[in-house]
């Protein structure tokens, strides 16, 4: 896997839970997400980065470890203003009760392979 020329190697590879968040993202309103490290990876390199999914811990506690924390207070594909999570993705591995003691149960939950995608119907505060 690499570069090869000036095209990425995981070109025309999708996972399968990319691939059920990109056919629903316009659909359901989803903007920008949070989930754990290895699932927000997996997500935005198979997006080839057009999906903004940022590290988090418990929820919404922000996690750094090898990603741009100024990628928290400024969107990905618009830098100049902030993103607005609105969905976590839930592949069971995390705790969430926090996060829903703060903002509420989700308003709505997307069953894709591998995780849940839990939609809120407000902006989650990422601390």
């Not at 995390?94 to 989700?106: A, F, K, N, V």
Request: aromatic share 12%; hydrophobic share 35%.
């Amino acid at each position: 896997m690499g570069w090869k020329g000036d095209r990425n190697a995981l070109d025309g590879w999708h996972a399968p839970l990319e691939t059920c968040i990109s056919r629903n993202h316009d659909g359901l309103g989803l903007r920008d997400g949070l989930a754990g490290y290895w699932v927000s990876r997996k997500i935005e390199a198979s997006s080839d980065w057009k999906l903004q999914v940022e590290q988090v811990t418990g929820g919404n506690h922000m996690f750094i470890w090898g990603n741009n924390p100024d990628l928290y207070t400024h969107g990905l594909h618009r830098f100049d203003k902030p993103p607005y999570f609105n969905y976590v993705i839930d592949d069971g591995k995390d705790e969430m009760q926090g996060l829903y003691r703060e903002i509420g149960p989700p308003s709505h939950i997307l069953h894709c392979p591998e995780a849940d995608v839990l939609m809120f119907s407000r902006q989650i505060r990422v601390e």
